[in-house]
């Protein structure tokens, strides 16, 4: 049990660690949203990444001559969705400001300025974020390569099982938080809104840089 158990944060760990579009894509959110609402995109990474854990334990056999098929589609697909992701995510920092408008004055008194909409959601980051992990080519490769290691006995029962996929999913999602922590963070210390254009022009600008990337293999 303890040996399934180590398994997964290592292998959770090594899914979510390497520095791709993942990692920028959450620093980015957090920067912009907070670390309440990036979050969100946090838990729909560590999600996807504990299905694969699942995959790769009670069906590795029969997916892993699938993976090969599939990664190339994958890959552009990923890389139409970066291109879009990077696109939103600057668009606020080339969008012309708009002028204050004064509060409505109301039987003589100044009404409270409502306040702005979030932009987005928690429910919503999940599902991006998630969708996106799902076909990021470098989660696909490290799925295949899970499935052909020894990070789990073959002859592992369903408990230890059980116990790898939790540990990879928490290892994972401890990683995600840590990056949308680390955006919010950044996003408070650029406060005002040229902070929040310099925040999503380089969010926006590393996230299509790593489109590229992949495009170009």
């Known amino acids: 049990m303890l040996d399934a158990l180590l398994a997964g944060i290592v292998a959770g760990y090594a899914i979510a660690i390497p520095v791709g579009a993942i990692a920028a894509l959450l620093i980015t959110l957090g920067a912009q949203h907070g670390a309440r609402i990036a979050a969100g995109g946090a838990f729909g990474a560590a999600t996807v990444d504990g299905l694969y854990a699942t995959i790769a334990v009670t069906a590795g056999a029969v997916i892993a001559p699938l993976i090969a098929l599939v990664e190339e589609p994958l890959r552009w697909i990923s890389v139409v969705v970066l291109v879009v992701l990077g696109v939103v995510i600057a668009l606020p920092a080339v969008r012309p400001r708009r002028a204050p408008i004064a ?99 380089v969010g926006g600008a590393l996230v299509i840089a790593l489109a590229v990337n992949a495009a170009l293999g």
């Open 103 to 201: 509060p409505a004055s109301m039987e003589g008194t100044d009404a409270p300025p409502s306040p702005s909409p979030p932009t987005t959601t928690f429910r919503r980051l999940f599902l991006t974020v998630g969708a996106l992990t799902l076909v990021n080519p470098v989660t696909v490769i490290y799925f295949a390569a899970l499935i052909g290691s020894s990070t789990l006995a073959v002859d592992a029962g369903v408990a230890e099982r059980i116990v790898f996929v939790v540990a990879a999913f928490a290892a994972s999602l401890s990683w995600q938080l840590l990056l949308t922590t680390a955006g919010s963070l950044v996003g408070r210390a650029l406060t005002g809104p040229t902070g929040a254009r310099i925040t999503a022009l």
